[in-house]
């Protein structure tokens, strides 16, 4: 099975956190589905929601916070108001400085997964905006490792 095909396989199994959201009618494109733009929002949401609750990230006086660096999906099904989405993410693998996050979208209620992204942070310092030298502080990196997955099962 190809990479593409294990994504597309996905199950909310594959994802120790979830968080819902309630689409909206302005989510909608003109083809009455979400808009592409909005998975990155929802994702940025996802992963910023387990950051706050499980990492003690302070957006306004954290000394690190995490710029996304690189992101990408994989589109599988179509999702549109006035459904309810389930977010699903992962941590598929953490480095000194870097994180890379996997966020499956779910419709409430549709076991088939709709689609499954990926984003990668580096944490910066707040005070020089660059990768710290020491890495990600601990506190965070153990909130990380909460969410973290087996390598090998990760497809991405």
């Known amino acids: 099975m190809g990479a593409y095909d294990q994504l597309k396989s996905r199950t909310r199994a594959d994802y120790p956190y979830f ?28 992963i910023n929601s387990y950051l706050f609750e499980f990492c003690g990230l302070k957006p306004d006086s954290s000394p690190q916070y ?24 992962r941590v ?4 000194n400085s870097s994180v890379t996050y996997e966020i499956a979208l779910f419709e409430k209620g549709v076991d088939q997964v709709k689609s499954v992204g990926e984003f990668v942070q580096v944490w910066v310092d707040r005070d020089t905006g660059r990768p710290s030298v020491h890495g990600i502080r601990q ?18």
């Open 66 to 89: 995490g710029m996304v660096v690189h992101s990408h999906n994989d589109y599988f099904a179509s999702i549109s108001f006035p459904a309810c989405a389930e977010l699903g993410l």
């Open 19 to 46: 968080l819902e959201y309630r689409t909206r009618w302005s989510d909608n494109d003109m083809y009455q589905h979400m808009n592409n733009s909005i998975y990155n929002i929802l994702y940025d949401s996802v």
């Open 92 to 95: 598929n693998k953490i480095g």
């Open 139 to 156: 506190h965070v990196r153990d909130g990380l490792q909460r969410i973290m997955v087996d390598t090998h099962l990760s497809k991405l």
